[in-house]
């Protein structure tokens, strides 16, 4: 174990005082181990964020519900433009969330893989456990 001593200034008096940070080493090593390198954590922080908004979210789950839909009945079943919605699936496709596939004219969108479904349900069971709402 070893002890680092810092000085800090406190707040109330400008006085200096001493405070001792304890450094275990025996849990330094093994949580650096574990840490994702940079560009894992890079590509799966970009996963969260497109994640992170409501009406991406919303898409997500109308097509966990259905399976495969086009953008239009996509816009219908989510309440927005056609437009909007297309913006949203572009936005998801790049993200790796989504997967599209060509059928004449139109482009059907589907769930890329049942890990989202997974990562989805965990979330909601999380925020139902923390509002009082679980089973």
């Known amino acids: 174990m070893l002890v680092v001593v810092t000085e800090r200034r406190t707040r109330h008096r400008g006085e200096r005082a ?10 330094i090593e093994p949580a650096r181990a574990s840490i994702l ?3 894992d954590a890079d590509q799966l922080a970009r996963r969260f964020k497109v994640l992170s908004d409501a009406g991406r979210l919303r898409i997500i789950y109308a097509l966990l519900e259905v ?12 309440g927005s433009s056609e ?4 913006h949203q ?5 790049d993200g790796g969330l989504v997967r599209s596939r060509k059928v004449g004219r139109s482009v059907n969108y589907r769930v890329a893989d049942t890990h989202v479904r997974l990562l989805l349900d965990v979330a909601i069971e999380h925020y139902l456990h923390d509002h009082g709402t679980a089973p």
């Open 89 to 93: 699936l572009r936005q998801l496709r």
């Open 18 to 27: 001493s405070e001792a940070e304890t450094i275990h080493r025996d849990r």
């Open 37 to 39: 390198d940079s560009g």
């Open 67 to 78: 399976g495969e839909m086009r953008v239009g009945d996509i816009a219908a079943a989510v």
């Open 83 to 86: 437009s909007a919605t297309s």
